[in-house]
DNA sequence: CAAAGCGCGATTTTT
DNA sequence: TCGCGCTTTG
């Protein structure tokens, strides 16, 4: 490796390996860089691996972090831990899961699970509640248990529901996302001696994009580096966009409180933008009270350099905008289409972008939304490998105990529910136990359908177990159960759907397989990939390299860089988003995070685009440009178009207008 | 008592 | 527009 292509502030944070340090970094400073040249040489220094213990926000980041430090260093890192938080949680409770009361092979629930877990607590209850209540509760729990909100100060029938979904997950032996956080700070809290032993482990500690990590996360650090105070923590409040998720950025105020004898680094000089953009991005993130004060400067100046704003009359306008631009400049500057990101507030903005991605034949990759883990068959599929794993999952038995069809309904489950409450016992055991009577409380089909399942899993639950191809077993397995008799069942008139379903299924297999066979995969085990895509859930498996256009929200989009870069819907409502302020008017701060990441993505051309008027919800919606955008100078944009004047909006109103009036 | 057929509400961001 | 839950049907 050659610290030499380092400036003298990152080699300063890059060499600075004892003791708590601070780095202060901008957008684009080249922060990846320091990190990684940072960890090699501390293994340079003869620092051992399994010393040395790197946290980061997304999984893609951990392996890209992984996979630079590797190139770098020409070693293997078998021992080295570069995880996220989560993963990092779940490494610790596998460990220990005895320590807090439980078995080995847990199950991660997700987001989804919680809320069906939460709907089991309120049945078990005797509760009724109506779908906003659900919402409401998911975020409660999620605010009790990463310590946001005191459980003690919640009414009676919510405390008595949370302590029912806690002794759920527990009897199930599962664990929330929130858990894997709270529940490794609880062990260390309360475990002194396993502390200990972790401190001893991780002396040297790191800590990437510090302002999104929670209260929880900052404690959870602080107590593993109390021992030797190796702590460095990388960060810029500028970019904090996570608040919602409990992320605080007053953690970077906190860091400086707790380590008085820190060092603070500022990464200041920006490697990535354009000047014009850059300038931009200081002038509007000036705007923003409460940050610790920085100015990014840069020396690249290039001929292609710009930054437009450009009004169109409706988001087909746009879309098709953004694709006519895409393919011009891939032709006349030889860019690929690699070199092109599209951004958006929220993901539904993107379904009329991608339209058009596909009505022009561009290659795309979007990441996020109704992700390819989300549909019913790909579900399906992990429940059943989940219920393989770990039989006692109740969540994953009554999404598939059904699918495909084997008679049994409510009534059935009903039954198998009172029985399996009496010994508090997993309905798998349950249903296998009614079954073993000489005569089962079913009606005949149910009897007969309930049997071959429980067989049919009993056979393939011991496959996992003994044979080492997982995904052939898993693709035998939905052979077995007819899956593909249920889609064709399901989808009478549309055999196409259905084969597309079951390719989906086989696809999913084949990452499985991918997976399994690949030579530095340490532990192919079933529950360590379910554990994967638990973790990883949304994002894509990174297999085809083919270049193409990425379409992602502002949030995915963090710590990415595109040389042309668009930002969609720059209007009001949407960016800053309306449900965001109307939440906490405070929140204007954070969506000019938000923007201010985004225009600090692009590198050399940036495109904003403005809507008059975009269909949102199946409602046609009059819109206003974004007031951040008056917050730019603007001398430094270019438009083509005028912004619109108050007579255009009501013009446009007014033919909205008409049109209902037509329509009605 | 389970399966097919109809109506209603949903979407901010993600580990 | 689609998935989910409720109602009707067989």
């Known amino acids: 490796m050659s610290l030499a292509s380092l400036n003298p502030q990152q080699f300063q944070a890059a060499t600075t390996i004892e003791g708590p340090l601070l780095i202060i970094a901008g957008a684009g400073s080249g922060k990846t860089g320091v990190i990684t040249h940072r960890i090699a040489y501390m293994l340079e220094q003869g620092i051992a691996q399994s010393h040395i213990l790197a946290l980061t926000f997304t999984n893609k980041a951990a392996d890209e972090m992984a996979h630079r430090i590797k190139k770098m260093t020409g070693r293997k890192l078998s021992n080295l831990t570069i995880a996220t938080f989560h993963a990092f949680g779940v490494k610790v409770l596998r460990e220990q899961a005895r320590a807090i009361g439980y078995r080995d092979g847990f199950t991660i629930y997700d987001s989804s699970d919680r809320r069906d877990v939460i709907k089991e607590s309120a049945r078990e209850l005797g509760m009724i509640l109506e779908h906003e209540d659900l919402l409401d509760l998911e975020h409660l729990f999620g605010q009790i248990k990463s310590g946001m909100v005191d459980l003690a100060t919640q009414s009676k029938g919510i405390i008595q529901?949370?302590?029912?979904?806690?002794?759920?997950?527990?009897?199930?032996?599962?664990?929330?996302?929130?858990?894997?956080?709270?529940?490794?700070?609880?062990?260390?809290?309360?475990?002194?001696?396993?502390?200990?032993?972790?401190?001893?482990?991780?002396?040297?500690?790191?800590?990437?994009?510090?302002?999104?990590?929670?209260?929880?996360?900052?404690?959870?650090?602080?107590?593993?580096?109390?021992?030797?105070?190796?702590?460095?923590?990388?960060?810029?409040?500028?970019?904090?966009?996570?608040?919602?998720?409990?992320?605080?950025?007053?953690?970077?105020?906190?860091?400086?409180?707790?380590?008085?004898?820190?060092?603070?680094?500022?990464?200041?000089?920006?490697?990535?933008?354009?000047?014009?953009?850059?300038?931009?991005?200081?002038?509007?993130?000036?705007?923003?009270?409460?940050?610790?004060?920085?100015?990014?400067?840069?020396?690249?100046?290039?001929?292609?350099?710009?930054?437009?704003?450009?009004?169109?009359?409706?988001?087909?306008?746009?879309?098709?905008?953004?694709?006519?631009?895409?393919?011009?400049?891939?032709?006349?500057?030889?860019?690929?289409?690699?070199?092109?990101?599209?951004?958006?507030?929220?993901?539904?903005?993107?379904?009329?972008?991608?339209?058009?991605?596909?009505?022009?034949?561009?290659?795309?990759?979007?990441?996020?939304?109704?992700?390819?883990?989300?549909?019913?068959?790909?579900?399906?599929?992990?429940?059943?490998?989940?219920?393989?794993?770990?039989?006692?999952?109740?969540?994953?038995?009554?999404?598939?105990?059904?699918?495909?069809?084997?008679?049994?309904?409510?009534?059935?489950?009903?039954?198998?529910?009172?029985?399996?409450?009496?010994?508090?016992?997993?309905?798998?055991?349950?249903?296998?136990?009614?079954?073993?009577?000489?005569?089962?409380?079913?009606?005949?089909?149910?009897?007969?359908?309930?049997?071959?399942?429980?067989?049919?899993?009993?056979?393939?639950?011991?496959?996992?177990?003994?044979?080492?191809?997982?995904?052939?077993?898993?693709?035998?397995?939905?052979?077995?159960?007819?899956?593909?008799?249920?889609?064709?069942?399901?989808?009478?008139?549309?055999?196409?759907?259905?084969?597309?379903?079951?390719?989906?299924?086989?696809?999913?297999?084949?990452?499985?397989?991918?997976?399994?066979?690949?030579?530095d995969n340490l532990e192919p085990k079933l529950s360590t990939y379910l554990t994967r895509i638990a973790l990883a859930g949304r994002e894509r498996s990174g297999d085809d390299e083919e270049r193409a256009v990425s379409l992602m929200t502002i949030h995915a989009a963090k710590g990415l860089e595109f040389d042309v870069t668009f930002i969609a819907g720059v209007e009001d409502g949407i960016l800053p988003s309306l449900r965001s302020l109307q939440e906490d008017e405070a929140n204007m701060e954070e969506e000019r995070r938000l923007f201010y990441v985004a225009l600090t993505r692009a590198r050399e051309k940036l495109f904003m685009t403005v809507c008059a008027q975009r269909k949102i919800q199946r409602e046609l919606q009059i819109c206003t440009p974004s007031p951040f955008l008056s917050e730019l100078p603007s001398a430094l944009i270019e438009t083509e178009e005028q912004a619109p004047t108050p007579e255009d909006v009501e013009r446009v109103a007014m033919s909205v207008f008409t049109m209902f009036k037509d329509n009605s």
């Open 161 to 519: 529901l949370f302590q029912e979904y806690q002794e759920f997950l527990q009897l199930k032996n599962a664990f929330d996302f929130d858990d894997l956080v709270a529940r490794p700070l609880e062990l260390f809290r309360t475990h002194p001696e396993i502390l200990q032993s972790y401190q001893q482990r991780y002396q040297y500690i790191m800590v990437d994009e510090f302002q999104d990590t929670s209260l929880q996360q900052y404690q959870l650090i602080q107590l593993l580096a109390s021992a030797h105070a190796n702590l460095c923590v990388v960060g810029d409040d500028d970019q904090s966009i996570y608040s919602w998720r409990g992320a605080n950025y007053t953690n970077i105020q906190a860091f400086e409180t707790d380590f008085p004898q820190r060092m603070e680094i500022k990464l200041e000089r920006n490697y990535r933008s354009t000047g014009v953009i850059l300038e931009a991005a200081n002038a509007l993130i000036a705007n923003n009270t409460n940050r610790k004060e920085k100015e990014l400067w840069t020396e690249s100046t290039t001929a292609e350099a710009s930054l437009q704003v450009r009004y169109l009359e409706n988001d087909q306008a746009e879309s098709e905008f953004i694709c006519d631009t895409v393919r011009t400049l891939r032709v006349s500057e030889h860019r690929g289409y690699d070199h092109f990101g599209v951004l958006s507030r929220n993901n539904s903005l993107m379904d009329a972008i991608e339209e058009a991605f596909i009505r022009h034949d561009i290659p795309y990759r979007r990441s996020g939304g109704r992700s390819f883990f989300e549909r019913k068959e790909i579900k399906d599929t992990i429940a059943y490998m989940r219920l393989a794993d770990n039989p006692d999952d109740d969540i994953a038995f009554v999404r598939i105990i059904n699918t495909p069809r084997r008679g049994v309904g409510k009534q059935s489950l009903a039954t198998l529910r009172e029985h399996s409450d009496d010994r508090k016992e997993a309905l798998y055991y349950t249903a296998k136990r009614l079954l073993g009577w000489s005569d089962p409380p079913f009606p005949k089909p149910t009897i007969a359908g309930l049997t071959y399942f429980i067989d049919t899993m009993e056979q393939f639950r011991q496959r996992f177990t003994t044979n080492k191809e997982m995904a052939r077993t898993a693709g035998d397995m939905m052979v077995a159960l007819d899956y593909w008799g249920y889609l064709v069942r399901e989808y009478p008139d549309n055999e196409k759907a259905a084969k597309w379903k079951y390719d989906n299924i086989f696809t999913f297999l084949g990452w499985f397989e991918r997976w399994e066979k690949n030579p």
